[in-house]
């Protein structure tokens, strides 16, 4: 069984800063890809960042400059470090990851995190 576990939102004042964590755990995966996703009240949720096991990343233009995406854990976990927050960014935050079992691969989703800004 495969478990995606977030932590990390809260309430920050515009431009300021926080940090996303996500752990994937299971038995047996390959990961292709880890991320995140966000979404808006009512809205589809959109890509924030996504980075793959070999390290390519891939960011929305609204997170390019501000937001870095990083492993650790070997590879297993994936930080979110969003720094200048703006109000627009206010969101739940889901953790993507792409996973591989030989030639099965399939998506998974964290919980979601609130992450609010505001002044």
């Known amino acids: 069984q495969v478990r995606l576990v977030e932590s990390g939102g809260g309430l920050v004042q515009p431009g300021g800063s926080l940090r996303l964590s996500c752990s994937v755990s299971?038995?047996?995966?390959?990961?292709?890809?880890m991320g995140w996703y966000r979404q808006y009240p009512g809205k589809q949720r959109e890509l924030v960042v996504t980075v793959t096991s070999g390290g390519t990343t891939n960011y929305a233009s609204a997170a390019k400059g501000r937001f870095t995406i990083s492993n650790y854990n070997g590879g297993n976990s994936v930080y979110l470090q969003m720094d200048g927050l703006k109000p627009e960014d206010t969101a739940v935050y889901y953790c993507?990851?792409?996973?591989?079992?030989?030639?099965?691969?399939?998506?998974?989703w964290g919980q979601g995190t609130q992450v609010t800004v505001s002044s």
């Open positions: 993507y990851a792409d996973l591989r079992w030989g030639k099965k691969v399939v998506d998974y």
């Open positions: 299971g038995t047996k995966f390959s990961i292709n890809a």
